[in-house]
């Protein structure tokens, strides 16, 4: 299994501290993903909430956090994709 290759961030409205990051799929096909945040740099990672494409996320307007996926297929697990960084609203 390969990484996710895409990470797109969709943020919401100024100021409002919430952001969606989601792996960018093609076709209609429904997979599962793990997915980690860090607010350090990418020094200590968290597991998100969740097991879809996307995840809703909040933070202090302004402020950044790393965020990769791996795809998940049964007990297996692809690599982490390459951290992108997002920006709150």
């Keep these: ?5 895409q990470i797109v961030q969709n943020p919401g409205k100024k100021g ?4 969606r ?6 076709g209609l096909t429904r997979r599962h993903y793990a997915a980690q945040g860090s607010v350090d740099g990418g020094v200590t990672w ?3 909430p969740g097991n879809g494409k996307s995840r809703t996320l ?3 307007s302004g402020t950044t956090m790393e965020v990769r996926f791996a795809l998940v297929r049964g007990q297996l697990q ?5 951290a992108v960084v997002v920006t709150f609203p």
């Design 1 to 5: 299994m390969d990484a996710p290759a």
């Design 16 to 19: 409002s501290g919430m952001l």
């Design 21 to 26: 990051a989601s792996v960018h799929e093609t």
């Design 46 to 48: 968290t597991n998100l």
């Design 58 to 60: 909040t933070g202090k």
């Design 78 to 82: 692809s690599p982490w994709s390459q």
